[in-house]
Structures are given as structure tokens and as C-alpha cells.
């Protein structure tokens, strides 16, 4: 796991109050309970201060699982 990835996982973890079994790519609001609208903000807060990119509104409306917010990171040349 990159150092990147690894930063991502501890971050997401942390703001959906996740175990780290639930970090697959494929998992979403429906599947991680403390992923919800409030965490969703927190989450583009904490992707803007840890990797310095910051999201528009229509970026985080089309993050629907933690796939995407790796699929998102990697087209700002986040090296995941």
C-alpha cells in the first residue's frame, strides 16, 4: 500500500468511524454506517488539507464509494 493509500485509509477511517475491514473500493454510504452527509463535507474538507485539492460541489455529488474517491485523487495525479 502506498504511503498515499495509506494516508486515504487512516483518513477515511477516521471520518466514517469505520473498521478497516470496511476500506474496499466498492463500499459506500450503504454500507458504511457513519458515512453520511455531514461525514461526506468532512470528507472533502480533509481530502482538500491532506492532498491540497480541493472538490467542487459536482465532484463530491459523483463520490459514491471509497473507489471513487480513490478514482477522484488519481485523476488529480494522486499516485494511489
Known sequence: ??????????????IFMME???YLD???PEQIE????LATVSMAVA???EFG???TIEEVSEIHTIGDI??????????L
Open 53 to 55: 485539492h480541493h472538490m
Open 34 to 37: 457513519g458515512w453520511d452527509s
Open 20 to 22: 478497516e475491514e470496511l
Open 70 to 79: 480513490k478514482k477522484y485523487l488519481r485523476s488529480k495525479g494522486v499516485e
Open 47 to 49: 481530502l482538500q488539507q
Open 1 to 14: 500500500m502506498t504511503n498515499a493509500n495509506n494516508k486515504l485509509k487512516l483518513l477515511l477511517t477516521d
Open 26 to 28: 466498492e463500499n459506500g
